[in-house]
């Protein structure tokens, strides 16, 4: 069932677990990687850092308890068959697979970063150079998925990968609710938080959507639409009208194309709602991403310059390296006095509701935590207009 061809095999010489998707043991895997820390989790999987033992390799596994799949095998084959098509710099890539009697490992490209949920919780929000290189890697990633008809459907904070050297690069992963639209689909699925108006029928254009949710949080700390009583119906409700508050002050210091650029992705009307290519051509993205990038360049030389002043010092002794100036200050600039202190859902009278990432913190009035856990519901069974709103929601296990 899980059967794929995938875009690069394994070449060592002693690594021989089958390359099929034919079953192996846990002790086959354990033999040709050493599985090491926890760098994240989710609703079904723990992901850890691994190492080929044949050549010293690191990647990212991602073991998958199948007994938590019943029911949603597809998001599995979703996985394989989808990311494992997909090659793309902004994307994160899936190299094997093995499936145990019980249990599946997605060997993947290591991202070392953290994900992006994890940095907003940490810094709170973002200058607009730096939301404006994310915003063109998430469109980037988007374009190109968008292009094969893939619509990822969960793209959040959480499924955003930081290169480990550059906090403003991003990889998107998590293609378990992914799939190929060629036509309107009908099954709500998404996070409460990030879900496009027209849930009840959709294409791709509500990843476009949830990524002007992610520019506005981005921006400001705190996401555009929330419900003061983590009501999902009330949530819901908002989402729909689809009015969007730039609040004083947190909104004051940010530039009117910025505002522009958040007004134009979330139009509530998909088919006016900029594409992601369209995004990744917005001046203000285009011209903020620039910035960035070069602020990152010039970060970079003043890093390896003072390296070298270091390894010179170390050689020659102090005497020699007394050129004032060169080092300027790399300090990265202090911003974030909002800090989302939450981000997570409590739970619901109607739903199904667990979730993990919770803050001790208070918060400010206006930050709510955002409701980021995962749904998957069919359109035949929700009415976004009934008070006895039910939705299962599928959240990330502690
Ligand atoms: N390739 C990777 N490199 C580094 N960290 C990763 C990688 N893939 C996933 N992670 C970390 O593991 C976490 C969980 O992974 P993932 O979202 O794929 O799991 P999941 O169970 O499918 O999630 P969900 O609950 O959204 O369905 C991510 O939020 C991220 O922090």
Redesign the pocket.
């Known amino acids: 069932k899980y059967k794929q061809t995938l875009p690069y095999r394994f070449t060592g010489t002693n690594f021989d677990l089958p390359l099929d998707g034919s079953e192996v043991t846990l002790s086959d895997i354990e033999r040709c990687y050493d599985i090491g820390r926890v760098?994240?989790?989710?609703?079904?999987?723990?992901?850890r850092?691994c190492c080929r033992r044949d050549n010293g390799q690191t990647?990212?596994i991602?073991i998958?308890e199948r007994s938590k799949l019943i029911g949603r095998e597809h998001?599995m084959q979703n996985?394989l068959s989808l990311l494992g098509s997909l090659c793309h710099p902004r994307i994160?890539?899936l190299v094997a697979y093995h499936h145990t009697h019980t249990h599946s490992y997605l060997v993947?490209?290591?991202?070392?970063g953290?994900?992006l949920?994890?940095a907003i919780s940490e810094r709170g929000k973002f200058p607009e150079a730096d939301a404006g290189l994310m915003v063109s890697d998430m469109s980037e990633a988007l374009n190109y998925i968008h292009c094969k008809s893939i619509v990822h459907r969960?793209l959040?904070p959480?499924?955003l990968?930081h290169v480990a050297a550059d906090i403003c690069r991003l990889?998107l992963?998590?293609f378990?609710?992914a799939m190929v639209v060629t036509e309107p689909v009908f099954t709500i699925c998404g996070?409460p938080t990030y879900v496009a108006p027209e849930i009840l029928c959709y294409g791709v254009a509500v990843d476009v959507w949830a990524l002007g949710v992610i520019l506005y949080i981005l921006l400001c700390g705190f996401p555009p639409f929330l419900s003061r009583d983590r009501d999902q119906e009330e949530l819901f409700q908002l989402i729909k009208q689809g009015q969007i508050n730039f609040l004083s002050p947190y909104w004051d210091p940010i530039s009117e194309e910025a505002r522009g650029l958040v007004r134009a992705l979330l139009q509530p009307d998909p088919t006016v709602r900029l594409t992601a290519e369209q995004t990744l051509l917005h001046p203000w993205v285009k011209a903020m991403a620039s910035n960035c990038r070069q602020r990152m360049l010039i970060d970079k030389t003043q890093r390896i310059t003072s390296d070298y002043k270091v390894e010179a010092h170390q050689v020659q002794g102090p005497a020699q390296t007394g050129t004032a100036g060169i080092m300027a200050d790399t300090k990265p600039s202090s911003e974030g006095e909002i800090t989302v202190k939450e981000f997570n859902g409590t739970p619901e009278k109607h739903t199904e509701m667990n979730t993990s990432r919770e803050k001790d913190e208070d918060e400010p009035p206006q930050h709510q935590s955002a409701q980021t856990?995962?749904l998957v519901h069919t359109a035949s069974s929700i009415n976004l207009n009934t008070p006895a709103l039910t939705i299962n929601c599928?959240?990330?296990?502690d």
Not at 108 to 112: F, G, K, R, W, Y
């Open positions: 760098i994240g989790d989710g609703n079904f999987a723990m992901v850092e990647f990212a991602k998958v998001m996985e994160v890539r993947m490209e290591l991202v070392s953290g994900d949920f994890e969960d959040k959480e499924n990968l990889k992963g998590d378990g609710l996070t856990e995962t599928l959240f990330k296990s």
